[in-house]
């Protein structure tokens, strides 16, 4: 038996569940398929393709996040709001990876703690949207939901929920993990080149000395090591990465929800580390009866309108047993209201004593719309969230355990603000997200070193 297997002792399995249960419950958020015949043979299509991750990484991380809880290493989730079909490209996939690894270097190198890295992608297809449907010159079609479901294009045929639209997300997330695993068991995080995850970026931003000296310094770290030990450090070219993304659509869910021959229970196979959206949050709803039965190391979105009461029944319903690892609560407050909704949420959880990973998302509370239409973000505000989330939990005794980022590779201009002072006018010059804004590599950047900043004062 693995370590994983072996510290996270088994627990009882849920009663009255089965991966098809939550079909009795209220779920919000799902589409309408028109045929049910047509559903039918992809959803029993899915449930013979092969999963994309494995019970046995999926306890590796469980374990992983069980030390997080106790402050033993720091986790980053990043990654699209959505992912789309089209940028499933070898470009985008590995311009993400190279600053999701850059921003762990930061954090690793400014905290002196492991950082756990998970990627928000390989599956994060499916979108909840406060509308249903959306009403342009008087034609009223349902709302893009996501490029699992449908697509963004405003006319009938693309707006139409279609199943075979599963399939290929499948494809997709299988590609991406692919290709993110094949990059980096060819040691393309090799800790002794950092120089080379190195972005277009570093020669022109106002970060790029502090970055290259902070690559300088592990270089030499790393060479120190290797004079020691007489020229070899083990584990320097591979990192552990994991996928995650919001299991939103449940019938693509429940078709990856299998038994493995060597563990116990049921595991969602599509993704190590999935969670519940803020939407889909309802204590007797379908997404948390869903997530109850699973073994994955589960995450739930908590907003400003929870009380401390409604947490800690759902807390109970997610990790009845209080098992390690179990379950991550992702905080996604607002700049402006953090200090007054947080604390107490903190302190109910502290007071019955609940083991949880506390992670600060700083991006879901902070969107607002621009004059001329645009979904943006304010620089300041995200920073603002995450300091104050340090703060908070200082005060409280609780911990902040990770940081959780919608960002990309690329050179977008979604969010204002930053090193180099975006504003508004910039966001027409490349505003690619379907759905919410993200960091780009830069501001991405720019969030880990405000993070270990924070954190040495
Ligand atoms: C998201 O993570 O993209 C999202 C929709 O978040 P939330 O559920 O917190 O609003
Ligand atoms: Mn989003």
């Given at each position: 038996m693995p370590t994983a297997e072996r510290s996270l002792h088994p627990v009882n399995l849920p009663e009255n569940w089965n991966p098809t249960s939550w079909r009795e419950r209220t779920a919000l958020q799902l589409p309408t398929y028109g045929d049910a015949e047509e559903l039918a043979g992809v959803l029993s299509e899915l449930r013979a393709l092969p999963p994309l991750v494995t019970s046995w990484e999926i306890l590796a991380l469980k374990q992983q996040i069980a030390d997080a809880q106790e402050g033993k290493c720091f986790v980053l989730q990043g990654g699209d709001c959505a992912e789309t079909f089209d940028a499933c490209s070898s470009d985008v996939i590995s311009n993400r990876l190279k600053v999701l690894l850059q921003m762990s270097l930061v954090l690793v190198h400014g905290m002196r703690k492991p950082v756990v890295r998970v990627g928000r992608f390989a599956g994060q297809y499916a979108k909840p949207r406060s509308a249903d449907s959306e009403t342009i010159d008087g034609v009223t079609l349902p709302s893009y939901r996501g490029d699992m479901v449908n697509a963004p294009l405003f006319e009938a045929a693309a707006r139409r929920p279609d199943p075979r639209r599963m399939v290929k997300a499948h494809a997709r997330s299988a590609m991406t993990m692919n290709f993110v695993r094949a990059l980096i068991d060819g040691g393309f995080a090799d800790l002794r080149h950092p120089e080379y995850w190195n972005l277009d970026w570093v020669g022109h931003s106002p970060l790029a000395a502090e970055y290259r000296h902070m690559v300088e310094s592990i270089g030499d770290a790393v060479r120190f090591m290797e004079t020691l030990s007489g020229g070899s450090v083990r584990n320097l070219d591979r990192v552990d990465f994991y996928t995650s993304h919001e299991a939103l659509l449940l019938p693509y869910e429940e078709s990856f929800t299998r038994q493995v021959p060597r563990h116990w229970g049921w595991f969602?196979?599509?993704?190590h580390y999935p969670w519940i959206g803020m939407r889909t949050a309802a204590i007797d709803g379908a997404h948390v009866e869903y997530f109850r039965g699973i073994r994955n190391p589960i995450a739930l979105k908590v907003g400003p309108s929870v009380t401390p009461d409604q947490l800690m029944r759902v807390v109970d319903v997610l990790n009845p047993q209080d098992e390690p690892g179990r379950l991550t609560l992702i905080h996604r407050m607002g700049a402006a209201h953090i200090a007054e909704k947080l604390p107490p949420l903190l302190d109910a959880v502290r007071r019955d004593g609940r083991r949880v990973l506390w992670v600060c998302d700083p991006m879901h509370g902070n969107t607002e719309a621009t004059a001329n239409g645009y979904k943006t973000r304010k620089f300041a505000n995200i920073g603002d969230e995450l300091e104050l989330a340090f703060d908070m939990h200082a005060a409280a005794g609780t911990r902040l355990g990770g940081a959780h980022l919608e960002l990309t590779g690329e050179d977008v201009t979604e969010c204002t603000g930053g090193a180099r002072g975006l504003t508004e006018v910039d966001l027409e010059r490349a505003y690619h997200s379907t759905v919410d804004p993200r960091l780009n590599y830069e501001q991405a950047l720019e969030v880990a070193m405000l993070i270990v900043r924070k954190q040495s004062q």
């Open positions: 969602n196979l599509s993704t």
